[in-house]
């Protein structure tokens, strides 16, 4: 009973296109997110960026339907409003910023938790999702993790971990929010380059919202700037990081290069003229 | 990194099914119920008149569809064996579990190891429902039906309907922490009225608190009938959940990323949950300490996978409270011990021991 429920069906693993339409979130009687009009090709690299509060978290959080918006999201051309929960969930997986972790859980069970949408009502795991789960850990490198309680491995591995789960999903999309806002330099760099090589390797659209510009400059195809919800500029890194666009919307002096790649690194100068914020920071 | 190709992604996939995910397991099964054996055979045993342990498990076998064996015991000691003891230990099996295995539901869907099945204001309701029923004087068997189990399963879930009507505001998603929140309101509110209630009726008082106190006092298998149906769905639809309170456990947000639908599963969960714990107090009365325990020392030696937790809730938690009820009316024969005193003296200890045992690892 349980095993025809459980049988693995087939998955979209065409490059899925992600576009919003018209967007508009209302939180608290706030408009968090202003009709925004957005779409990113197939294996294509969005990074949404923008300064604080400026509604990256929330519009991404419309593409798992997890708040309430006007307008229209789809994945592959298909409303995702319009498919069922579980369907949604074969569509896109998601990373968040802070993933709970149930203290306790190893590694395996926690990997094998994205399985959840493959299954049946009583989300009995399959061997084929046992399967899935063990190749995407040894394809992370989390071979010798296994067994272990995920509270018990290091941030970069927690990472790594969290990303298994959403590999697990087998979805076309792939959405972090901010996924390298707890690592060292290193770690970001090692979990970005992952997610770089399994997009190739998986032909993921990818979605992810970024603090640090430079990386957002350097990995992302495409890069989405928000400001108090609206989108304000859209597309190569090399068009929309320029310096005067981070001076109007981050506030602050900054000098960009472009590589031979496209990729942009965003270079944040000090602010040695304007007055200081507090007080306690005032040089002597 | 970068340069590792896809070539060896498919390497381990034939060791994969061998993985340890948390099941069940055959050996967690058998020991639980050995331990509900073992409580059954210890429990109908042991009482003003002694019957040996093995007669009574042959005794008890005899009743098993497909087996006959001879128990060698006479008459009278059958009489005692069904008519005064097997009601009373199946009683208190059937209500350990009802508590353990809505403890640990209730654990499960607020991911709090402090909620307990009393948690929403099961335990309040059910006391103002009884002794509302006493102090009005129904529950002096005069009726066909003992009132006070009625009331208190009434007043249980009136509390229960309270809390969670209190704490969902049309149009939206109130966090779990709300629910909590209402229920301890509730339980207030209806604690002060049944403090209110007892005030006024000094002359039942002690009547009132024997109920509060808890007892699996019976007479016969009526008790036991009563709360066998609620206990049959409730296990059922706690069984048929584990896999979703495994998904809930990584929160709402990613729950319903992963295709679950959160609040549903979380109401489903909850009302079955309180069915049976409602259902649990209105025979036993208050029996505090189970519902908390008996989880979170299963989740210490089991792990935390609701798919071994709630099975071995509902076992372990039986097997406790009737080994509970063996010391309740031993301890001071012939007076009974309240057995709430003897599930928190017993209870504690045990679980500090697991605890330190765990940490200790």
Known sequence: MSAAAAAPRPIPTVPSEVSFDGVTVELGGRHVVKDVTLSIPGGGWLSVIGPNGAGKTTLIRTLSGAVRYLGDVRIGGIKTSSIHHRERARCLAIVPQHPLVPIGISTFDYALLGRTPHQGLRFSPSRHDREVTAEVLHRLDLDEFTHRRVETLSGGERQRVVLARALTQETPVLVLDEPTSFLDVGHQIEVLELIASLRVERNLTVVTTLHDLSVAGQFADQVAVLAEGKKVADGIPADVLIPALIARHWGIEADTAVDDHGGVTVTVRRRRKTKPLKKIEEPI | MSDSGETDSRMTASVAPSLGVSRLGGRWLVGGTLAVATALVVGVSTGPVSIPPGRVALELLDRLPLISVESGLSEGQQAIVWNLRAPRVILGLLVGSMLAGSGA?????????????????????????????????????????????????????????????????????????????????????????????????AETLRQVFAWIL???????????????????????????????????????????????????????????????????????????????????????VAGISHRRVIPLSLLFGGAFLALADVAARTVQSPAEMPIGVITAFIGAPFFLAILRRQTAQ
Do not use: K
């Open chain 2, 105 to 201: 539901a209730y654990q499960g869907v607020f991911r709090n190891p402090l909620a307990d099945p009393y948690l929403l204001g099961i335990a309040a309701g059910a006391g103002l429902g009884a002794t509302l029923a006493i102090v009005s004087g129904l529950g002096d068997g005069l009726g066909i039906i003992d009132p006070v189990p009625v009331a208190a399963f009434v007043g249980a879930l009136l509390a229960v309907l309270a809390a969670g009507t209190l704490s969902v505001r049309r149009g939206s998603a109130m966090p779990p922490s709300t629910l909590i929140l209402a229920g301890v309101a509730v339980a207030s509110f209806f604690t002060a009225l049944q403090t209110f209630v007892q005030q006024r009726h």
């Open chain 2, 214 to 300: 808890g007892r699996l006092s019976t007479a016969g298998w009526d008790e036991v009938l009563l709360l066998l149906p609620y206990a049959v769905v409730c296990s059922g639809g706690m069984l048929l959940a584990v896999g979703a309170l495994d998904v809930l456990a990584v929160g709402d947000d990613e729950a319903s990323s992963l295709g679950l639908r959160p609040r549903t599963v979380r109401r489903l969960v909850l009302i079955v949950a309180s069915l049976g714990a409602a259902a649990a107090v209105a025979v036993s009365g208050l029996i505090g300490f189970v519902g908390l325990i008996v989880p979170h020392a299963v989740r210490l």
